[in-house]
């Protein structure tokens, strides 16, 4: 793969994995469609607590913090690759928004 | 009974609006020792702050110290202070109001500003960390020139002025019902201290004195919480008070069925639909994105990773410290339910506020009780110091900038000492007279930035199309009509906009931040896009490029769907919602209309309760009834047909007797007839005198015969009458001895038709 490839993919990822990542975050913390989808989850309990009440925390808080340290360390691979990939090269090289 | 149960059906709503008329309110009064030791614990946080603030300005040498602590807070460190400094007074006491008014809706909010947080360091915080200067709308300034930074910082002025409002009022509420000053006096003793201590130490003493603020907001919540949640029985499960109150969730639904559903918020009286849950995403994370004091924290780590890392431990104190506030909402709601209403006291919005201190009070020791006190201080403190933080740069370094831009660095520290200063008096003076509710106009403050700041700050940082006339123009749009909407709450002039009930704020946010996304796009397009070379270079170096491709971020395409989406999204915001149709009452009328709805609720219960109290002692009527009315049917039926028994039986003896009656007769007449043939062939044979002698005797023989068979005929009939009268008196007598048995039971039960009918 030569450097302007390099360069497309790493643009490429950048967008997708901040894209993926904001469309994740947003809908783990905004769970509410599953209300509307699953009301009958509001009858049924785990740990005590509706399911749907349990749900929506665990989602929005426990599981976000894993779920963004991944994103994290994805996202730094992406912001290496951008920058080996970018040193020296060119303006205007092939790449980029096709 | 009927009568009374109707009686107490028609007189219910009348003493419910009775007692509704003239409620009774409960008043929190502090403890002596709560309020002696809420004042020691006050004073030290205090004496810290300065002191902190005080040895922070020896470290400022430079506007990059002063505005962004030299870029050299650590992850924890500044976790921390991201927490602090979002996590306000209005999270520290509002949100425990709020969940004890709105319940499960609260949820969704909590979760949509912990959401907020995270998608700034997704979408903006690196790009923004990269440009490298100390604020927002310096980044604006730059990307979209001095017109655009200038309505920025008056945009910012704005929304900052409706944070700290809030937060001035706790401060001044706390100080008020604490120690017993008033309000004016502990407003302005609160607001001098913070405005002291930041304007002393700038960014560096913020930043230390918000890490600071966040531990002890973190113990002065959560050691409370245990206590109280190990007080109302909620066990073990206590010692982590975000999940430690599962045992106590069958008992709060009993006590409000509606606190645990999703579909039903305010005490179970608004109905929630789906477009409220979506303007919660619109107003609250997409509001938290725009908040300059949240974003400017990005500016004082040492790298972009360590600011990803900053965010991933202010993620779990947020919610660490949100969740515990839910579970002492939770405790809240419970002890006002059972222990407050109980006694006929309702919560005002002051005492709603002061949730924690309250329930702190009564169930935990003193010095525990006090805690949440110097806890809540410190939650107002941190925010406003991170809010008059970004007054002070935004007017001493920004405005100061563009009017002057040759001012050498230390005038730009000195204004923006000023200007810290000024920011700080002009938000004790408006905070005088402060809204109900301490997040009222802090939700505002968000739904500001989200049609401002936010659209501003993705557009101009991922879509190289957008232009100087396109970001004026959103920014001005966003931010005139949500400045609007907040004053006339949903109209424009006699033109109601937005017609979404009590909570309408939020279903603003979608209409309000949709219409500044759609203007920027459109007006950039309609001029041309961005065509400075070396402001589109400067995209491509935010993003991590060392060179330039004008092909990078450059998608016409991308943003006119999403101009196309905020089109959609505006005219469904706008469309009246069907649920909340109803025109938003007058207060008094309004609490008038609970109290009577309560009332007619409680009397139709009553009136179900009797009515089906009366079914089933109807019904147990009817079955015995019933049962009685066979009961005596098949006793007349044996009776009648013993009766009848017997009567055959008399009358088939008497026929017997009538039988052998006449047989009898027949015999004495054959004998007769032989006898008065034997005489006359006597007779005939001797001569007359035998048969004179002959008539004679068959004369005497026939007359006694004749009179036996009479005698005994007579005698068989008069048997065969006394008989079957015996047998009519006997089958009647049974008869009526059982009617007599069928009546009674009938009369005791009047409502039962049948048996009455039957008989």
């Known amino acids: 793969m030569n450097n302007a490839e390099r360069m497309h993919v790493a643009y490429k990822s950048q967008c997708r994995t901040t894209l993926i990542a904001f469309v994740v975050v947003t809908l783990m913390t905004h769970i509410f469609p599953m209300y509307f989808l699953f009301p009958e989850l509001n009858k049924v309990t785990i740990f005590g607590f509706p399911a749907d009440y349990w749900l929506t925390i665990v989602i929005g808080w426990l599981v976000l913090i894993p779920v963004f340290w991944i994103y994290i360390q994805i996202s730094e691979k992406v912001d290496q690759e951008i920058n080996d990939s970018s040193t020296g090269a060119a303006d205007n090289a092939p790449g980029g928004n096709p | 009974m009927s009568r009374l149960l109707a009686l107490i059906t028609l007189f219910l709503p009348a003493l419910a609006l009775a007692q509704a008329e003239e409620p009774k309110y409960y008043v929190f009064e502090p403890s002596g020792a709560v309020s002696t030791l809420g004042i020691i614990y006050t004073l030290l946080m205090i004496g810290s702050f300065l002191y902190v603030g005080w040895l922070s300005k020896r470290r400022v040498a430079s506007s990059d110290d002063y505005f962004t602590a030299g870029r050299s807070i650590g992850p924890l460190a500044n976790g921390l202070a991201m927490s602090s400094n979002y996590m306000s007074l209005a999270t520290f006491l509002g949100f425990t109001a709020l969940l004890w008014k709105m319940q499960y809706y609260v949820v969704a909010l909590v979760l949509s500003f912990t959401g907020g947080f995270v998608l700034i360091s997704i979408a903006l915080a690196p790009a923004l960390r990269r440009w490298g200067k100390f604020t927002s709308m310096q980044f604006i300034g730059e990307r979209f020139g001095r017109t655009a930074k200038v309505v920025a910082v008056i945009c910012m002025i704005f929304l900052a002025q409706l944070y700290l409002i809030g937060q001035m009022k706790g401060v001044g509420n706390v100080f008020q019902v604490m120690f017993h000053w008033d309000y004016t006096t502990g407003l302005i003793v609160g607001g001098l201290v913070v405005t002291a201590y930041v304007t002393i130490g700038g960014m560096y003493g913020l930043s230390y004195n918000q890490t600071l603020q966040a531990i002890i907001m973190i113990i002065a919540l959560y050691v409370p919480a245990v206590i109280i949640l190990l007080k109302i029985g909620a066990g073990p499960a206590s010692f982590f008070p975000p999940f430690g109150y599962a045992d106590l969730v069958p008992q709060m639904n009993e006590v409000m069925a509606s606190y645990f559903n999703p579909f039903l918020t305010v005490n179970g009286t608004v109905p929630m639909s789906f477009k409220f849950y979506f303007g919660v995403f619109f107003s609250i994370a997409c509001g938290t994105m725009g908040l300059p004091h949240i974003a400017m924290r990005y500016f004082t780590a040492p790298s972009i990773r360590d600011a990803k890392m900053s965010t991933l431990w202010g993620t779990f104190f947020i919610g660490l410290v949100f969740f515990t506030t839910f579970a002492i909402g939770f405790a809240a709601k419970l002890y006002t339910v059972n222990e407050l209403n109980a006694q006929g006291l309702q919560i005002q919005a002051k005492e709603a506020d002061l949730l924690i201190v309250v329930m702190s009070q009564a169930l935990t020791p003193g010095w525990i009780a006090a805690m949440p006190v110097a806890g809540a201080l410190a939650a107002g403190f941190s925010t406003i110091g991170g809010l008059l933080m970004v007054i002070g740069s935004g007017l001493g370094s920004d405005i100061y900038e563009t009017i002057n831009p040759k001012a050498e660095d230390k005038s730009k520290v000195k204004m923006g000492y000023i200007f810290t200063a000024l920011g700080g008096l002009a938000t004790i003076g408006l905070a005088l007279n402060p809204p109900d509710f301490l997040l009222t106009s802090v939700i505002w403050a968000f739904i500001v930035a989200a049609s401002t700041f936010t659209p501003v700050l993705i557009l101009g940082i991922w879509w190289k199309g957008a232009n100087k006339p396109g970001a004026i123009a959103g920014l001005l749009v966003g931010g005139i009509l949500s400045?609007?909407?907040?004053?006339?709450?949903?109209?424009?002039?006699?033109?109601?906009?937005?017609?979404?009930?009590?909570?309408?704020?939020?279903?603003?946010?979608?209409?309000?931040?949709?219409?500044?996304?759609?203007?920027?796009?459109?007006?950039?397009?309609?001029?041309?896009?961005?065509?400075?070379?070396?402001?589109?270079?400067?995209?491509?170096?935010?993003?991590?490029?060392?060179?330039?491709?004008?092909?990078?971020?450059?998608?016409?395409?991308?943003?006119?769907?999403?101009?196309?989406?905020?089109?959609?999204?505006?005219?469904?915001?706008?469309?009246?919602?069907?649920?909340?149709?109803?025109?938003?009452?007058?207060?008094?009328?309004?609490?008038?209309?609970?109290?009577?709805?309560?009332?007619?609720?409680?009397?139709?219960?009553?009136?179900?309760?009797?009515?089906?109290?009366?079914?089933?002692?109807?019904?147990?009527?009817?079955?015995?009834?019933?049962?009685?009315?066979?009961?005596?049917?098949?006793?007349?039926?044996?009776?009648?047909?013993?009766?009848?028994?017997?009567?055959?039986?008399?009358?088939?003896?008497?026929?017997?007797?009538?039988?052998?009656?006449?047989?009898?007769?027949?015999?004495?007449?054959?004998?007769?007839?032989?006898?008065?043939?034997?005489?006359?062939?006597?007779?005939?044979?001797?001569?007359?005198?035998?048969?004179?002698?002959?008539?004679?005797?068959?004369?005497?023989?026939?007359?006694?015969?004749?009179?036996?068979?009479?005698?005994?005929?007579?005698?068989?009939?008069?048997?065969?009458?006394?008989?079957?009268?015996?047998?009519?008196d006997t089958a009647e007598t049974v008869k009526a001895a059982a009617d007599t048995a069928a009546e009674a039971p009938a009369a005791e039960a009047p409502t039962t038709q049948p048996a009455s009918g039957q008989q």
Request: proline share 2%.
């Open chain 2, 483 to 728: 400045g609007i909407l907040f004053f006339s709450k949903g109209k424009l002039g006699d033109f109601t906009l937005i017609d979404a009930g009590p909570i309408v704020h939020l279903v603003t946010g979608i209409f309000t931040m949709s219409a500044a996304w759609f203007t920027i796009v459109v007006v950039s397009l309609l001029t041309g896009g961005e065509r400075n070379e070396k402001i589109l270079r400067e995209i491509d170096r935010i993003h991590g490029w060392q060179n330039y491709d004008p092909r990078r971020y450059s998608s016409n395409t991308f943003a006119l769907v999403t101009a196309a989406f905020a089109l959609a999204l505006m005219i469904w915001s706008a469309i009246p919602d069907p649920t909340y149709a109803k025109k938003p009452e007058a207060p008094a009328a309004a609490a008038a209309d609970t109290a009577a709805k309560a009332a007619a609720d409680a009397a139709e219960t009553v009136k179900a309760t009797a009515d089906t109290a009366a079914d089933t002692a109807a019904k147990a009527a009817a079955d015995t009834a019933e049962t009685v009315k066979a009961a005596a049917d098949t006793a007349t039926e044996a009776a009648t047909e013993a009766a009848a028994d017997t009567a055959e039986t008399v009358k088939a003896a008497a026929d017997t007797a009538t039988e052998a009656a006449a047989d009898a007769a027949e015999t004495v007449k054959a004998a007769a007839d032989t006898a008065a043939e034997a005489a006359t062939e006597a007779a005939a044979d001797t001569a007359e005198t035998v048969k004179a002698a002959a008539d004679t005797a068959t004369e005497a023989a026939t007359e006694a015969a004749a009179d036996t068979a009479e005698t005994v005929k007579a005698a068989a009939d008069t048997a065969a009458e006394a008989a079957t009268e015996a047998a009519a």
